[in-house]
């Protein structure tokens, strides 16, 4: 088995790396030059929570240059708004039926996978991955790593994927209900963007009450809309749920744990959107999805609309991470159509 990822970011290196350390042949696709030259020179300098280990894996920029195989994997690993885009050029560079494993945030990206491949299964990848540099990731965080057929069901691919993942250093789950695991991970990633407007680490932003009080009311609206919308949703066995996540940011007594390296305090993806400049986000499938349900069911929907007016602002724009206080974004949602809002969230 051999594992082409398609993206080689933050995530897609994470995994890859993992992989190729585990003894699975990797191959990866990535758009940007100076990564895939870095990759084919240097090798990818994988670092973080389990060590640095520098490993050889060939990188091309377009899939057409993929030689692919009757045993390939494909991962899919780009930006959801990127995704119909490389479906389109594996479909092109390839007849085989290869399966393919959505491991991007959102909930439509296997549906459209769908419409090209038949073999379509998900991953939900709770994985901290930071990439700066040209060649190197660093690996923050060890979440756990979900696998399962789309729509419902497990796979014998599914199956194998999982147990070449249990060879890495990855916890890893299987799910016959992929859906509500990428649901469950889609509240948890609504507060990317409270990440790249503030500036904040994956830490950091635990620190001042202020701004746990900010995570959880993002995460008590998408709640709601979920609710009312009848979407299920579960997290991994064992992890806290969103809920249990609520409730502990709005105790007083809560004590936030820091790396004291700054290099593993994780960064969201959507920081590190702005951090490249890359002139888009994908608020749009995570906040986005919430404000569109919330409107088709007469819940208001406030902090998620103002986290993706801002974020896509600053996307546009090409602005850093850090534009926004939280102190900002607090008077801001309390400016907007509900009045009182957010000191009702404090309360």
């Not at 780009?78 to 007849?95: D, G, I, M, P, Y």
């Not at 996540?245 to 959107?273: A, C, K, Y």
């Not at 850090?322 to 102190?327: Q, S, V």
Request: glycine share 10%.
């Amino acid at each position: 088995m051999r594992f082409v990822v398609c993206g080689a970011g933050a995530v897609g290196s994470v995994l890859g790396g993992q992989l190729a350390k585990a003894g699975y042949a990797v191959r990866f696709i990535d758009k940007i030059p100076e990564h895939v030259e870095a990759l084919n020179t240097y090798g990818l300098r994988l670092k973080g929570i389990h060590g640095t280990h520098t490993l050889s894996i060939p990188a091309v920029m377009h899939a057409s240059a993929v030689d692919f195989c009757p045993d390939d994997v494909i991962l899919l690993a780009v930006k959801s708004f990127h995704c119909a885009a490389a479906v389109a050029e594996l479909r092109q560079a390839t007849s085989l039926e290869l399966p393919v494993f959505c491991a991007q945030n959102g909930v439509h990206n296997e549906a459209c996978v769908a419409q090209s491949f038949r073999q379509v299964n998900g991953l939900m990848v709770l994985t901290g991955a930071t990439r700066l540099r040209p060649g190197e990731v660093i690996h923050t965080g060890n979440g756990p790593l979900g696998v399962g057929t789309y729509p419902l069901g497990l796979s014998q691919v599914a199956r194998d994927v999982a147990t070449a993942f249990e060879a890495t250093d990855l916890p890893v789950y299987t799910t016959r209900q992929i859906g509500p695991a990428k649901w469950n991970k889609l509240l948890l990633n609504l507060n990317n963007a409270t990440l790249g407007l503030t500036g904040l680490s994956t830490q950091a932003v635990y620190a001042e009450p202020s701004t746990r009080l900010w995570l959880a009311a993002v995460w008590e609206e998408g709640v709601r809309v979920l609710q009312a919308a009848g979407i299920a949703y579960a997290g991994p066995p064992g992890l806290g749920s969103v809920a249990e996540r609520i409730r502990e940011l709005r105790d007083p007594s809560f004590t936030p744990t820091m790396s004291m390296d700054e290099e593993l305090q994780g960064r969201s993806s959507l920081w590190q959107d702005l951090y490249h400049r890359v002139g888009d986000v994908e608020a749009a499938s995570l906040n986005g999805e919430i404000v569109r349900l919330g409107g088709q069911h007469g819940i208001a929907t406030p902090y998620n609309s103002l986290l993706l007016t801002l974020s896509q602002a600053m996307a546009t724009a090409r602005e850093l991470p850090g534009k926004y206080p939280i102190a900002q974004l607090w008077k801001r949602v309390e400016s907007a159509s509900l009045p009182g809002a957010g000191a009702r969230a404090r309360s």
